[in-house]
């Protein structure tokens, strides 16, 4: 990933038929967007900074029993370890800054900062439902309003805030991922009910974009009538609210609810779960939101896509954060890969409750972490392996970027690492 990184820098069971008669219905329930209807929307699920009280009381929730320490990906990655380093020392930390016991000093802002992927493997653990990954963010939110943000943060959001995207890269080269494949895009005056939302990632990335292509791909050839926002699209804004930049976040969102608006979007299908994660969790309501694998799986049940036999494979699927517990997708993906013929599915993060994390969201794409620091997403590629995979599975373009990435700067035979969409558009029968 870190490579990745650099490079960047430098440059459901529902068949589409129903999904359109059921937003038909859908359609009056609708709602008008205001900003202050989304602000009040975000102040009623984080605690923001003047909500002070808010915060006391969620991290007083804590019981200091310490199961959640073993779940954190980065607890021991690099020192110091110890107590600080762990989900629980972080809540500790926030107890005793909102106590007016702590003042908030480098060290703090760095565990903040670049101690957390906001993976929920934490929360996962705790048995009384502290919120950690919202308490990080809110921290966050403090730093960032105190001007304490580390440099690589600050540059991504501001080209979030010029170009739309974090990697200052030019919005009309947005679409260039989609040359040659025909689809109809919004902008040049295509109508379609379901817009494929693609994210920054896989709109630039080179990796990623070859995803998306066979994602596109897969869905021209079970004749879903879709559209592009091409070079109209802007970032979701998920990862400026991980940074603890709600406005930003709130900005970016009214430009896509606009666009979506504008074009008569009732259904809005993502690439990136954490897109959707943005879209069904932090936009108001809007239509039908669906993350691809999730939006596929009736659609090989119901024949449309079908596949031809292919070669033996282990194949391990890895859960996205922010599609597995940040929203509770775990099914979809592992009933498409049981659809290819020779792949027997290994589960490879059973025991962490599902799911390990491979340290690429919740900022951390700009966030990078000390040189010599253990890397969680070798070590998931080293699960893999030591389960005999040959091949490791993921719905999500950070998650490819970063696992991508981490084989090639890993030791030792691992595993290849494949988007699950690359995966059905080869295996796909023609
Ligand atoms: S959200 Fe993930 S990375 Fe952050 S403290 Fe919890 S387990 Fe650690
Ligand atoms: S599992 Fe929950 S209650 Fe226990 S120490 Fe961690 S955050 Fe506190």
Redesign the pocket.
Same mark, same amino acid.
């Not at 101690?115 to 929360?123: D, F, G, M, N, V």
């Given at each position: 990933m870190r490579a990745k990184k650099a490079a960047l820098r430098g440059g459901t069971g529902r068949s589409s038929q129903k999904q359109g008669e059921k937003v038909g219905k859908k359609n009056s329930m609708r709602r008008k967007v205001t900003r202050t209807g989304m602000l009040e929307k975000l102040k009623k699920s984080v605690p923001v900074s003047e909500n002070r009280e808010g915060e006391r009381a969620r991290t007083r929730q804590c019981v200091r029993c310490g199961l959640?320490l073993a779940? $954190?990906? &980065?607890?021991g990655a690099w020192p110091p370890a110890g107590e600080v380093a762990?989900?629980r020392g972080?809540v500790a930390m926030l107890q005793g800054f909102l106590a007016g016991e702590l003042v908030p000093d480098t060290f703090f802002a760095a565990e903040f900062w670049q101690?957390?992927? &906001?993976?929920?493997?934490?929360?996962t653990a705790c048995p009384v439902g502290v919120p950690?990954?919202e308490l990080?963010v809110g921290a966050r939110r403090w730093l960032l309003e105190q001007g304490k943000v580390p440099a690589t943060a600050a540059g991504a959001l501001r080209s979030l805030r010029l170009y739309g995207n974090p990697w200052r890269r030019p919005p009309a080269e947005r679409h260039a991922w989609a040359a040659l494949l025909g689809l109809k895009d919004y902008a040049r005056g295509a109508r379609a009910e379901t817009l494929l939302y693609l994210g920054c990632l896989a709109a630039y990335d080179p990796r990623a974009q070859r995803a998306a292509r066979a994602l596109a791909q897969l869905l021209l050839a079970a004749g879903v009538d879709f559209a592009v926002l091409g070079a109209a699209e802007v970032c979701c804004g998920r990862e400026a609210y991980s940074l603890g930049e709600e406005g930003l976040f709130v900005w970016l969102a009214e430009k896509n609810l606009e666009l979506w608006r504008r074009h008569g979007v009732r259904r809005v299908v993502t690439f990136s779960p954490h897109c959707y994660d943005a879209f069904k969790n932090l936009y108001p309501p809007w239509g039908e939101v669906w993350h691809y694998s999730d939006f596929l799986a009736p659609l090989v049940e119901n024949g449309r896509l079908r596949f031809a036999p292919g070669p033996s494979r282990r194949v391990a699927y890895h859960d996205p954060?922010h599609l597995g517990r940040h929203n509770g997708v775990y099914e979809a993906p592992r009933a498409l890969l049981r659809q290819l013929p020779g792949v027997t599915l290994v589960e490879v993060g059973a025991e962490y409750g599902p799911g390990v $994390?491979c340290e690429a969201g919740?900022g951390r794409m700009w966030l990078p972490a000390p040189a010599g620091s253990r890397s969680p997403a070798h070590d998931l590629l080293r699960r893999a392996a030591a389960l005999g995979a040959e091949v490791v599975a993921v719905a999500c373009p950070f998650c490819l970027v970063s696992l991508d990435g981490a084989v090639q700067t890993g030791q030792g035979d691992l595993p290849a690492v494949t988007e699950l969409a690359e995966l059905l558009w080869g295996a796909l029968a023609r």
């Open positions: 959640c779940a $954190c990906p &980065l607890s762990t989900p972080k101690r957390c992927t &906001l993976c929920r493997a934490c929360e950690v990954a990080v954060c $994390c919740g």
